[in-house]
């Protein structure tokens, strides 16, 4: 079955840190461009991070510019979100995204995959 698993989701207080993972099942990642994609209660799923196929390019939406770092190792087949300083309107599930490219590209659509999604939350 091929499918893309989050982890590394929680509870985290304000300004503190979590790095979420992305892997995938039965097939490999590095011939997909990955993203991460959130959605807050009531709200739309927006675009949060980027990367190229090989990790050599990477886009961020500006909501989270200087706090969230995307990054791959292809060898482990994961895909990383290291989130800090993170703020309560961090919350949200995270999703993550697999788009099939043949360039290296930092181009997250269209999709072909999605994960679950994972819950994090920003409270004290």
């Known amino acids: 079955q091929l499918r893309l698993v989050e982890s590394g989701g929680g509870l985290v207080q304000p300004g503190g840190s979590l790095r979420l993972s992305c892997s995938s099942s039965g097939f490999p990642l590095d011939h997909y461009a990955i993203g991460w994609f959130r959605q807050a209660p009531g709200k739309d799923r927006e675009g949060v991070s980027c990367?190229?196929?090989?990790?050599?390019?990477?886009d961020v939406a500006d909501s989270v510019v200087g706090r969230f770092t995307i990054s791959r190792d292809n060898a482990k087949n994961t895909v990383y979100l290291q989130m800090n300083n993170l703020k309560p309107e961090d919350t949200a599930v995270y999703y993550c995204s697999a788009s099939q490219v043949t360039t290296d590209q930092v181009m997250c659509a269209p999709i072909t995959y999605w994960g679950q999604g994972i819950q994090v939350t920003v409270a004290s």
């Open positions: 990367i190229s196929s090989s990790g050599g390019s990477t």
